[in-house]
């Protein structure tokens, strides 16, 4: 299991019946989580003192109950691998479709991992700056650790909204004026026309959906599309890659799935290691670790 425990604007404060209830800065949000299927007390006071409440409908989806949150928030995230004095990451949040707010808490444990490749890589030469794609790249959690330390990264969304989303985000994290291409376009289509053009990038990063659909209605099954797509990614790392990595939140892709597929697309061509695991969230109340999907990294020689 890989764990995000370093947050300290972060908390899973309790999980039960269905549901977490989360600390987000200052407020608390209770939401809908699949993996809590047990039912045990709630002795955390936070269940009837929340700030908002998701609650999921019969026939799918739901909608959020109010009680005391503002539109919206933010709160900051220090990467490890950074002096303490160097400026946190900030993640504007605010409640929107399906529960979500703009980040996914547990991927802090991926930053941690591929920041300090970033960092270990420019300590051993400070001129060659590593180039980072980050596709499906959503509000820029990962674009925004990757810049910060140290990389130039290519943020591609299908979402416009999501990209200047990203790029607010970047802008309250003082990288405003960190090389990073800011790209609303089809991950596919836009892959394949970097393989044309040549190009070549020192790490990838991919959170793809489990169904999606890009800005001209293509459609997107992860399930079907998955594999193909990472074999013609693989083919933009450069000779010295530092690493891939591969989200999963699909029932379906366990970790060892995750690890096959970089080991046959990645580690047959190019030289490292291959390895995928859970990605958890501590819950403060119970001490258990929460799931939340699972990732596939593979990290060069």
Known sequence: ?????????????????GEKLERWG????????????????????????????????????GEWEFFDLPGEWSISYSLPCLPAQARPLAFRLKPFSFKHTGLFPEQAANWNWFSGLIRD????????????LNLFAYTGGATLAAAAAGAAVTHVDASKGMVSWAKENAAVSG???????WLVDDCVKFVEREIRRGS??????????????????????????IWPFLEKTTRLLSDNALFFLINSYTTGLQPAVLSYLL?????????GHTEAAELCLPVSESGLLLPCGAA??????
């Open 263 to 271: 080991g046959e697309a990645v580690a047959k061509h190019i030289p």
């Open 296 to 301: 596939g990294r593979w990290r060069g020689n």
């Open 121 to 132: 890589s420019l300590r051993r030469n400070p001129a060659g700056q590593p180039k980072i």
């Open 175 to 181: 990288l405003a004026d960190a090389p990073i291409r």
């Open 1 to 17: 299991m890989w764990i995000a425990d370093n947050w300290k604007d972060y908390e899973v404060l309790d999980a039960s019946g």
């Open 26 to 61: 200052n407020y608390l949000l209770v939401r809908p989580d699949p993996q809590v299927i047990w039912n045990t007390p709630r002795r955390h006071k936070g269940w009837t003192h929340r700030n908002a409440h998701y609650h999921r409908s019969a026939g799918g989806g």
């Open 200 to 225: 070549r990038y020192d790490g990838i990063i991919m959170d793809p959906p489990s169904y999606g659909r890009g800005p001209k209605g293509e459609i997107w099954k992860i399930e079907e599309h």
